[in-house]
């Protein structure tokens, strides 16, 4: 059974930077895809980022490529997303999901396995 832990979100100001970390426990990562979605309050669950861990390849919602950027700690199983020129439209409660096999990359909720309990992001203006 996969664990995902999300940590670092908090309440910044718009224009601020801040990064998240989602650590795994329970299996050998090798195959696996993890990522990072978000849910705002009334919207549906948003895709943000995604890297294969084994090969560390990845790929962000083309509205966020500017801004964030998803990398992976492979000693720690930890994923991070970075979130850069934050804006009040970013808020909301980001989820890590893991997925245990595969070799494309996915963006659909359904497509993963394994979810976090969310950490909240809340960006002021």
């Known amino acids: 059974q996969v664990q995902l832990v999300e940590s670092g979100g908090g309440l910044v100001q718009a224009g601020d930077s801040l990064r998240l970390s989602c650590e795994a426990s329970?299996?050998?990562?090798?195959?696996?895809?993890m990522a990072w979605f978000r849910q705002a309050p009334g919207k549906e669950r948003e895709f943000v980022a995604t890297?294969?861990?084994?090969?560390?390849?990845?790929y962000i919602n083309y509205s966020m490529k500017d801004r964030f950027s998803i990398s992976r700690d492979n000693a720690k199983i930890t994923v991070f997303l970075q979130m850069n020129s934050l804006k009040p439209e970013d808020t909301a409660v980001y989820y890590c999901a893991a997925r245990i096999s595969g070799s494309f990359y996915y963006t659909k909720a359904y497509e993963y396995d394994y979810w976090g309990q969310g950490t909240q992001v809340t960006v002021s203006s």
């Open positions: 890297i294969r861990w084994n090969d560390g390849g990845t």
């Open positions: 329970g299996r050998t990562f090798s195959n696996d895809h």
